[in-house]
């Protein structure tokens, strides 16, 4: 910015920072109607009686029931499972897709893409109509003799899982994917000939890389599974129950407005919870690299 | 980036025997809904022993299902009517502003997709229903609206940061007041991406179920609703033909974005 020595110039330049904040306020507007006012009716809902009255009861009410730390328990199961099987699945993926050619990794993305913009509801059905007790997966399985029984793939735990899964699965390769491709070839081909060993380059030179990404793909996974609805509302079966679903059932089945906002407030507490975990799980790793690299 | 390693065979065939697999539980249920949309029989068998249109007659033929695609279709143009004209004017003052501020502007306009949706679905619920406003089509807008403001952020941004603001000052010196400024000189420019953004939140709306499950009901139920009802109770061959529909929409308003973007 230059100094502006004339003062009707300096107040032009005002006024015109003035009109461009002015440009965000509709937006920012229907931001805090639709987003932030809601968030803050939760909080005053919460201490309130169906009356009308305030209280702490629905706090009493909610933290002393099993069923919310039973629900606490599958939430923190159900995005952790999830997380586990994105890494799992999502960096060797990432890895084979960052090593070959820009057009074919292309190509291979799409396979990737048209989940992402397949609508979740399609997907779930698509789960219900291959994991189904006289579904496509069960009806391979026992007609090949590999298992005698169908087995108990949807409605439960497992069914809820590989929904979720196949859910983040490609929000967190996007990331992870980026990171990868941004590594210097240099450095691999470097690795190799001093004489590493393609697991050790993968181990010393590829992930440490990539953490930057597997750490965003993680955010991105837990922020979107912590408060996950519909894939446990179907593929659940009413067996699996995370804060959503009870906060759904508190709500619709019982009318308690003040209990299922509880539940709600417990689901942000959950969140900033991890949120913090994450930066100081950042924060503790960028020291071990900036270690090791001057060990 | 691994042809560093031009010999180890074995350990490429592994993982590519492995991607090959992921990818394929990628695409598997969208697939799997295809054929079955065709099927003729009230069984979901697989593959269909013989194909028939009688899910897809289903479909349109049902008022209740052609009422949820009529309420969707409406929302999502309502959504991407109002939600990129915000967009703009805040991309344009976070353009400007720079620094802090512009920061600031931007991380409170995702607050909405950090959030976990049943939390902005229930929270939105208590706020329509201390106006009487549950079950209205507004309620459901301005919950998509929000949600599609950093949609279309993320597409004019980068838009914005390539164009030439000379050109505006100019339109200024030369006596034309801001609206016309925009309206003339930055909209004309930006087409192509004002056009992905407006895909984008259309879309957007379209495949947002959470809120609308809250907050839609009756008439202005939208087709997300509708099938998460009936995913819940039954599943009947016709959620596969709209599934179908559904997808080849989506596929193609994307496929027009990304061409465009290419072009």
């Known amino acids: ?36 006012l809601p968030i803050l009716w939760i909080i005053r809902q919460s201490f309130l009686t169906t009356g009308g009255d305030y209280t702490v009861g629905n706090y009493e009410k909610v933290l002393s029931s099993g ?11 159900l995005s952790f499972g999830t997380l586990a099987f994105c890494i799992l699945l999502g960096t060797p993926l990432a890895l084979a897709l960052a090593s070959v050619r820009p057009r074919v990794a292309n190509l291979l993305m799409a396979f990737v893409m048209l989940p992402l913009w ?20 069960n009806t391979a399985l026992t007609g090949s003799g590999l298992t005698a029984e169908p087995l108990p793939l949807v409605y439960n735990f497992t069914g809820t899982l590989i929904g979720m899964v196949h859910y983040m699965l490609p929000l967190f390769l996007l990331p992870v994917y980026a990171a990868m491709r941004d590594i210097d070839a240099n450095l691999v081909r470097a690795s190799a000939s001093m004489g590493a060993t393609l697991a ?42 995370p804060l959503s679903i009870r906060i759904e059932r508190t709500l619709s089945t019982f009318q308690d407005w003040g209990s299922a906002s509880v539940l ?14 994450f930066l100081v799980a950042r924060r503790l790793m960028a020291r071990n690299k900036f270690g090791t690299a001057h060990a | 980036m691994l042809e560093a390693y031009p010999d180890n065979r074995l350990a490429r065939i592994l993982l590519w025997s492995f991607c090959a697999l992921v990818l394929a539980f990628l695409m598997l249920p969208t697939l799997v809904v295809v054929p079955l949309s065709f099927s003729a029989s009230d069984l979901l068998e697989f ?15 049902s008022a209740t299902w052609m009422a949820g695609l009529r309420t969707s279709l409406i929302l999502g143009t309502l959504t991407a009517m109002v939600a990129v004209p915000l967009a703009l004017l805040a991309c344009i003052s976070i353009n ?65 940061a390539r164009f030439d603001w000379n050109q505006v000052q100019a339109a200024r010196s030369l006596g034309a007041n801001w609206a016309r400024a925009i309206g003339g000189i930055i909209v004309p420019q930006l087409q192509i991406s004002l056009l992905s953004a407006t895909l984008m939140a259309f879309l957007t709306s379209l495949d947002e179920s959470v809120i609308s499950i809250f ?49």
């Open chain 1, 1 to 36: 910015m230059t100094v502006l020595a004339d003062p009707a110039l300096a107040a032009d330049a005002r006024r015109e920072r003035r009109f461009f904040l002015s440009l965000s306020l509709p937006a920012l507007f229907i931001v805090g109607l639709a987003a932030i």
């Open chain 1, 264 to 277: 709600g407030i417990l689901l942000l507490v959950l969140m900033a919870l991890i949120g913090m975990m």
């Open chain 2, 47 to 61: 593959p269909p022993r013989a194909y028939s249109l009688r899910w897809y007659g289903n479909f349109f033929g």
């Open chain 1, 200 to 241: 050790q380059t993968i181990r010393t030179v590829i992930l440490p890389l990539s953490t930057g990404g597997i750490f965003s793909g993680s955010l991105i996974v837990f922020i979107y599974t912590i408060g996950f609805f519909i894939t446990p509302a179907v593929l659940g079966g009413g067996k699996v129950n």
């Open chain 2, 215 to 263: 907050v839609a009901s009756g008439q202005n139920s939208t087709l997300p609703k509708l099938m998460f009802l009936s995913l819940r109770d039954q599943i009947d061959p016709t959620i596969a033909a709209i599934s179908t529909l559904w997808t080849v929409i989506v596929l193609v308003a994307v496929l027009i974005v990304s061409l465009r973007q290419k072009s």
């Open chain 1, 118 to 137: 397949t609508s979740i509801l399609v997907r779930t059905y698509g789960w219900l109509v291959l994991l189904r007790r006289e579904g496509l997966i």
């Open chain 2, 96 to 160: 400007r502003l720079g620094g802090r501020t512009a920061l600031a502007i931007q991380g409170a306009l995702l607050t909405p997709s950090i959030v976990p949706g049943i939390l902005l679905a229930i929270g939105l619920f208590f706020v329509l229903a201390a106006q009487r406003l549950v079950g209205t089509l507004f309620g459901v807008l301005v919950g998509h609206v929000v949600l599609a403001i950093p949609v279309a952020c993320i597409v004019l941004l980068p838009a914005l």
């Open chain 1, 67 to 77: 069923l919310t730390w039973a629900a606490l328990v599958t939430t923190v199961e």
